[in-house]
């Protein structure tokens, strides 16, 4: 995430690899290889400063992980698989995974009025991404330019598929970002002031209302309790009817 998603997200590639089921060791390891090239594990010992039987462990983890290869000779020396092609390979097994996880789990019940609190985050972004992805007909939202930045490839897809798509945001971001050419047919309504808070609609079905998260002690709420909607509906309403007469009393 640029501007925004830097902000959200810190580029930290030790940890980043333990999501793709390195655990921290190996995966200081692995960035050894990348940045040393082939070695044996004496050699890894001194370069990652871990003992022998760690490296070899290690080493030998990550080429049952698919993360490294050995080379012909004595020592064994090991080389690293390449970084695009390692997280190619464990994402398509992933996948694989989660459409056969999928099918023998059972189904999720529907809420029924009910609010979940859900903390974190993490958490939060990835119900926001998914809040916008699964919309079926309409999504209202009003984010500050971090978010919007963050999640301008899921608002291209609900743009591309022709749902209808209300954004609230700064009139300064909008000028800046030009929403509008990158999102052809949805509808901008410019604030004076950054939004503050996560206010997300989809389908007139779902709310994620809350601060703009920031750290793990964030906390969101998500409901489909009828009534709740419709308050976060009228007042996302008056939001724009404001931002839309501000908007026309600066023109000349």
Same mark, same amino acid.
């Given at each position: 995430m640029n501007e925004a998603h830097t902000d959200i997200t810190a580029i930290d590639? @030790?940890?980043?690899?333990?999501?793709? $089921?390195?655990a921290r060791?190996?995966?200081?390891?692995y960035?050894?290889? @990348?940045?040393?090239?082939?070695?044996? $594990?004496?050699?890894?010992?001194k370069v990652v400063g871990i003992s022998r039987s760690n490296a070899y462990t290690a080493l030998a983890s990550l080429v049952d992980k698919g993360a490294a290869w050995t080379l012909e000779?004595?020592?064994?020396?090991y080389t690293p698989v390449p970084a695009r092609e390692f997280t190619d390979n464990r994402l398509s097994?992933?996948?694989s995974s989660r459409e056969r996880l999928i099918a023998c789990l059972p189904e999720k019940r529907e809420l029924t009025g009910g609010y979940v609190t859900i903390k974190g985050e993490a958490q939060i972004l990835d119900r926001l991404r998914h809040l916008i992805l699964e919309a079926e007909e309409r999504l209202y939202l009003s984010l500050d330019s971090r978010l919007l930045e963050a999640f301008r490839a899921e608002l291209s897809s609900v743009a591309a598929s022709g749902k209808r798509l209300v954004v609230i945001a700064s009139r300064a971001y909008l000028e800046r970002a030009a929403l509008a050419e990158s999102l052809p047919g949805a509808e901008f309504h410019g604030t004076e002031d950054e939004p503050t808070a996560i206010r997300a609609i989809a389908d007139s079905r779902f709310v994620l209302s809350g601060e703009t998260p920031s750290g793990p002690n964030a906390s969101c709420l998500f409901s489909d309790e009828r009534n709740l909607v419709e308050l976060f509906k009228s007042a996302l309403k008056n939001e724009i009817t404001l931002?839309?007469?501000?908007?026309?009393?600066?023109?000349?």
């Open positions: 590639p @030790l940890t980043l690899l333990t999501e793709f $089921g390195l060791q190996e995966a200081a390891v960035l050894s290889l @990348l940045s040393e090239g082939p070695m044996n $594990g004496y050699e890894v010992t000779g004595s020592p064994t020396r097994r992933l996948a931002a839309d007469l501000a908007a026309r009393k600066e023109l000349p």
